[in-house]
């Protein structure tokens, strides 16, 4: 019997925290994969689809850092983590 899986689409992410073993394993307990280090910035390159981008969000939000204070068009009391997609 041959069983179709639907196959889920993964994006590329910038996941910046207050240290890179922070975000490494923020990222990894939320089920995406770590794809590179970023360390000037405390940062992993990471491949999440949107339900690991959910439970990124919803388990790390005090560990990741949201954007930086007065960043251009963002409010500084952004509780967000600081995921960023890239393309």
Do not use: F
Not at 6 to 28: G, H, N, T
């Amino acid at each position: 019997k041959v069983v179709k899986v639907a196959q889920v689409e993964r994006q590329d992410y910038i996941v910046q925290a207050k240290s890179i073993d922070l975000a490494r394993r923020a990222v990894e307990k939320a089920g995406g994969r770590v794809t590179g280090e970023l360390d000037i910035i405390r940062a992993v390159g990471a491949s999440l689809d949107e339900r690991e981008l959910a439970a990124l969000y919803e388990q790390h939000e005090q560990e990741l850092l949201g954007p930086a204070p007065g960043a251009a068009g963002e409010a500084q009391d952004d509780p967000r983590p600081a995921a960023m997609h890239c393309r």
